[in-house]
């Protein structure tokens, strides 16, 4: 009467056309015991209706024409008997005995002593029967149809019991609406529309804190930066580092300490047996029983000696002894510098050796006064200059002074800074780029006079000169400083004439402003040498020639 059902619809398939489905509905359970009686079997049909679980009784089924045959998704029934064929047990899991026909006659009497037998109805012990309604309902065998496999979950299911079978899952219908085509499509479009925003939200950050480091680091790839290829080592002998190669192993740092008060200068080396030129205020600390300790450049060090010093001059000579290897630095001729010239200072400025500077002469024969810290004017320091921009500090003194070619041209001695360090609160005393060096031609006599004698001489006029005059020139003395005569009788001044009160304006053609001016430009000579000097007296100039004479210095 109708098409197979080609899904096999569980439980129970496209109903026949003569009667309607039975509704799926769970038999009432009262309590245990007491429970709904089977469905009653249809004499005609040997087929039970669906219980009401309302009534608790099953409806007496209609006298209808058998059908012809089951659909083939339900299997085959058996042929119905009215009198042979018991009705199907009922479902195993609600605990329901088979109706017994009354035409069979009644139950067997119980044997004696045994419990009395239920009576028809409601029983607690289930009866053998098909595991699932479905199949019982529908004549169903409880063994799967050849070829179908044995966990099929449409037939162990059962959707009254509260927990599914192995395997089976969870066929029930929740109720909820399903949703239709449509709207499907727009929740996937919704979906796609959602992940590419989130996906373009993240791809934002991400591409932020990537630019970010990118921006910092320069990348993520290992960085190499650029180098030049190594260059040789050696320099161009008449460059700063070929100087400074060439000068380094000669250049020393003394470390002077004494009763009251230590400090640290340079010198370098004169000759190979040792003696070593300095400043003499670089020694002055030590006096008679302080210590000298000599530094090599290489790191060396050795015990120096005082062999002589001078004050006028701000010259010493210090001698090491046990020292092999020794390398004299070549001593130039401080005559023919010019302003301009190129020079190297080396020193050891705030006790930092090997220090290497340069710049220039920015000048020539600066007369230049130093020292005169005891009051008496007897540790002044009388230069006749070269003045360089090449940075000094305190600690360059004694150290060489040199030229393009690495000589030394003189000997660097004095700074003009911007304070006169007497407060050392406020700041110590640096360069400016004013620095001062003992010219080497009178480094270099004193020096042998040293090394020889262990005293220098001073070239002298034999007058006395009046410091106090503020007018230009050197004005001499109407009086002795000891109270003697103010031009020393048989003297060099008084062989050429030069009486008291004459103003010496002149000095080989140099003008002289004042009395230290003076004194610079003589000492800048030889005991012996010629000067023509610049006399004026009462208002008339006159020249006057002399020939300078020699004292011993301190």
């Known amino acids: 009467m109708h098409d197979p059902d080609a899904y096999s619809t569980p439980p129970y398939g496209e109903p026949g056309p003569w009667a309607p489905a039975p509704p799926v509905q769970h038999p009432a359970v009262a309590s245990p015991g007491h429970l709904t009686p089977p469905p009653a079997v249809s004499p005609h049909l040997g087929q039970a209706s669906a219980a009401s679980p309302h009534l608790g009784q099953a409806p007496t089924a ?34 329901q005995a088979p109706a017994v026909p009354s035409h069979l006659g009644p139950a067997p009497a119980p044997a004696p002593g045994s419990a009395p037998a239920p009576a028809p109805g409601p029983s607690l012990q289930s009866a053998p029967g098909p595991a699932n309604a479905t199949e019982a309902a529908a004549g169903q065998p409880l063994d799967p149809a050849p070829g179908e496999p044995a966990s099929d979950p449409w037939r162990r299911y059962d959707p009254w019991s509260p927990t599914p079978l192995a395997g089976a899952g969870v066929l029930h219908q929740t109720g909820a609406a399903v949703p239709s085509a449509a709207q499907r499509r727009r929740k996937v479009r919704k979906g796609i529309v959602g992940g590419a925003l989130a996906l373009a939200l993240v791809s934002g950050v991400l591409g932020g804190l990537v630019g970010a480091h990118l921006e910092r680091n320069g990348g993520f790839e290992h960085v190499e930066l650029p180098q030049a290829a190594a260059e040789p080592t050696g320099r161009a002998a008449d460059s700063v580092a070929g100087i400074a190669a060439r000068a380094l192993p000669s250049v020393v740092t003394l470390h002077v300490s004494g009763s009251e008060e230590s400090g640290t200068g340079t010198g370098f080396v004169l000759d190979t047996r040792g003696h070593i030129l300095t400043n003499d205020h670089v020694v002055e600390p030590a006096g008679d029983g302080g210590e000298i300790t000599v530094v090599f450049n290489g790191g060396q060090t050795a015990e120096g000696k005082v062999v002589g010093r001078d004050s006028g001059y701000d010259l010493a000579v210090v001698k090491v002894s046990g020292v092999s290897g020794l390398a004299p630095l070549t001593l130039g001729n401080s005559d023919g510098v010019q ?46 200059a070269l003045q360089t921009d090449a940075p000094i500090n305190p600690g360059n003194s004694g150290g060489p002074l040199l030229d393009a070619h690495g000589r030394v041209i003189g000997i660097n001695s004095a700074i003009r800074s911007a304070t006169d360090g007497s407060d050392p609160e406020n700041g110590q005393v640096g360069s400016i780029g004013l620095g001062f060096a003992i010219p080497i031609n009178q480094g270099k006599r004193v020096a042998e006079e040293l090394i020889n004698t262990g005293r220098a001489t001073h070239p002298v006029i034999g007058i006395t ?26 003297g060099p001044g008084d062989l050429a004439g ?10 080989d053609g140099q003008r002289v402003h004042s009395g230290d001016e003076l004194i610079v430009k003589t000492r800048a000579h030889r005991p012996g040498d010629r000067l023509e000097l610049t006399v004026e007296r009462d208002g008339a100039e006159r020249t006057l020639s002399l020939v300078l004479g020699s004292a011993d210095g301190d």
Not at 498 to 507: A, K, M, R, S
Request: glycine residues 16%.
């Open 339 to 384: 302003v301009g010239d190129p020079v190297v200072a080396i020193g050891a400025p705030f006790d930092l050796e090997g220090t290497v500077t340069s710049g220039i002469i920015s000048a020539k024969e600066r007369p230049i006064t130093a020292g005169g810290e005891s009051g008496d004017g007897s540790d002044v320091s009388y230069v006749d």
């Open 465 to 490: 000169l009046d410091m106090d005059y503020t007018g230009d020139g050197a004005r001499v003395g109407t009086k002795g400083g000891d109270g003697g005569a103010p031009v020393s009788p048989g």
């Open 62 to 95: 209609p006298h209808l024409t058998p059908p012809p045959a089951a659909p083939s998704h339900l299997g085959q029934a058996p042929d119905a008997s009215p009198h042979l064929t018991p009705p199907p047990a009922a479902p195993s899991h609600l605990g």
């Open 498 to 507: 030069i009486e008291p009160g004459d103003v010496i304006t002149e000095v």
